[in-house]
């Protein structure tokens, strides 16, 4: 009985690990309801991420629009300044989202950044936009997070 209690208690932690833990966010317009933001890893706020790693986004949402395209837009806010934050991949069409994008369908945004070596070692907000055909923020969320080496 005790072992199969350790065994169980085992493999919960490691489905913890692997599992990516919903993030709190602050919404800064969304029109999209149900968002979850997933980042991984990042087990607590603010997110580490460290240099030299690369790191997934996964946000989950119920669209209240609908929208023949979507562009993902993201900034850094360092000292309450705003600095354009440059994504490989910013068509939201290509990142999981099948377009055209449909009133109270739900989708998943999926894309990933890498923490380059050349970044500095500082805490900043992220600000990750998703937009509209009317640049009309889908989803739009803030999370702390700390530049770490
Ligand atoms: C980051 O991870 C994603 C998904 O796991 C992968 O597609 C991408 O190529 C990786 N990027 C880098 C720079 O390692
Ligand atoms: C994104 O999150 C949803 C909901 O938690 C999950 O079902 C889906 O598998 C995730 N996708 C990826 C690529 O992680």
């Not at 932690?13 to 692997?18: D, E, G, M, N």
């Not at 119920?62 to 991949?89: C, D, K, M, R, Y």
């Not at 369908?105 to 805490?123: L, R, T, W």
Request: net charge neutral; charged share 20%; with cysteine.
């Amino acid at each position: 009985m005790e072992a199969v209690c350790r065994l169980t208690a085992a493999l919960l932690a490691l489905t913890a690990l692997s599992q990516a833990q919903p993030v709190k966010f602050h919404d800064c317009g969304s029109k999209a309801e149900q968002i979850i933001v997933d980042v991984t890893p990042c087990p607590t706020l603010p997110c580490v991420l460290h240099k030299g790693q690369n790191y997934s986004v996964n946000v989950t949402f119920t669209s209240t629009t609908s929208s023949q395209t979507s562009e993902a837009v993201v900034h850094g806010i360092l000292a309450g300044l705003p600095i354009p934050f440059h994504i490989s991949n910013s068509d939201g069409c290509k990142s999981g989202i099948q377009c055209p994008i449909r009133k109270m369908q739900k989708y998943n945004y999926i894309n990933s950044f890498p923490i380059k070596d050349a970044y500095p070692s500082v805490e900043l907000e992220v600000k990750w936009e998703l937009k509209d055909d009317d640049k009309n923020d889908i989803f739009c969320w803030v999370i702390p997070v700390k530049i770490s080496s």
